[in-house]
Each structure stands twice: as structure tokens, then as C-alpha cells.
């Protein structure tokens, strides 16, 4: 993927998702804001003080050149904690030596927590309230609403007009109501969100 792709992915998607995710509401591309092929990062929050590295590459020789170069450049005294995003899925794991030794307890990352792919992302949609959840649907739909409706949306559309048909059925059990529409949304989100093999976008 070029630094264009990237950069097209992160003003379009990207950042608005991330930012109603997890709450980045200043996220901005710093390869726009600070100037072409800034180093090390593609985003920054300035007022929660994390920054993004957006990659297709997701070994761990990678994300340790990330962070040397998140040293170098002293990005540090702006950001006190870096998130990688891997737009092609990352690893199962990332074993392995060094990550502390080029960190110097100068900024925070954590190798099993802050390597992040579409499906961290779906496991932190299913925590949200139901109205966030639409929010997120429709910046996705937004990108990539054109012929959505494929089969098996189709089912998942017919069982949620079901489920408002005998909406009833539900009266003092919120909770599961709650739980189950998350499931419905997040089912539909499954298909957009970058990294997820069954939906490419670049």
C-alpha cells in the first residue's frame, strides 16, 4: 500500500472511526497537517497525546522500526502512547525481545495491546451503546454503501425487522435486547472495517 492509499484510508475512514471508537476526538492525518511523509506516525491527538502508525505490514520487525523511529524523532514530548494499526490483520502474537530496550520507558506501548486490526475494533464496537453503534454503521455505509446488500445482509436485515415486529417480546429485558442488536449492527460492520480480508478497499 502507497502513502497515498494511506492517506486516503485515514481521512475517509479511519480517523472517524478510530475517533468514535475510542474517543479520539482530535485525531487528525499529520501527513496533511504537518507536512507530506511526516515520520514514524500518519495520526495524532494532541489533547489525549496518542499518535497512530497505519501500516499494511504487520511483523514485528516493523512495528520495532516504528518505534525507533518514534524515538528519533522525539515524537515522545508530543504523544505519551503509540497505537500501530494493521490494515492487512495482524499476528496472532508478538513474542520476541527488544520492544522495552527501544521504548526507554520514554512513552507507552504495549505489544499485546496496542497492535490493533478490524476485529479489536469489533470487539470494542460490541462494549458500545446502541446510538454509537449506528453512528459508526453509518460512517462505514457512508465509504462503502454501494451494493451492500448482499445475501447474507439481507438475512441479518429481515431478522432485525423481525425482532422490531415483536419488539414485545423483549418488555423488561433490556439488557438482552441491548446485547442482541450490538450483534446485528456488528455483524453488518464486519464487512467494512479495513483489514478484513473479505472487504478490500485499496
Known amino acids: 500500500m502507497t502513502r497515498t ?3 486516503n484510508v485515514a481521512e475517509t475512514l479511519l480517523i472517524p472511526l478510530l475517533s468514535e471508537v475510542y474517543g479520539y476526538t482530535h485525531l487528525q492525518n499529520l501527513n496533511d497537517t504537518e507536512g507530506s511523509n511526516y515520520p514514524g506516525i500518519d495520526l495524532g491527538d494532541e489533547t489525549a497525546r496518542v499518535a497512530f502508525q497505519i501500516t499494511a505490514t504487520s511483523n514485528s ?3 520495532k522500526k516504528t518505534l525507533r523511529k518514534f524515538i528519533e524523532y522525539k515524537l515522545y514530548e508530543k504523544y505519551d502512547k503509540l497505537i500501530i494499526y494493521i490494515l492487512t ?3 496472532q502474537s508478538y513474542s520476541g525481545r527488544g520492544y522495552d530496550e527501544i521504548i526507554q520507558n520514554k512513552f ?6 496496542d497492535i490493533l486490526d478490524y476485529q479489536d475494533i469489533l470487539k470494542a464496537v460490541a462494549n458500545l451503546q446502541i446510538d454509537q453503534v449506528c453512528r459508526i454503521e ?3 455505509e457512508a465509504n462503502f454503501g454501494e451494493g ?4 447474507e445482509w439481507e438475512v441479518v436485515d429481515k431478522v432485525e425487522q423481525t425482532i422490531s415486529e415483536y419488539t414485545q417480546l423483549f418488555v423488561g429485558r433490556e439488557e438482552e435486547r441491548h446485547k442482541l442488536a450490538i450483534f446485528l449492527h456488528a455483524r453488518k460492520l464486519q464487512r467494512f472495517i ?3 480480508s473479505s472487504r478490500r478497499f485499496w
Open 138 to 140: 453509518a460512517i462505514l
Open 5 to 7: 492509499d494511506i492517506n
Open 194 to 196: 479495513p483489514g478484513n
Open 89 to 91: 490483520g495482524k499476528q
Open 108 to 113: 507507552t506501548f504495549d505489544k499485546d495491546k
Open 148 to 151: 451492500r446488500r448482499l445475501i
Open 61 to 63: 520487525e516493523k512495528i
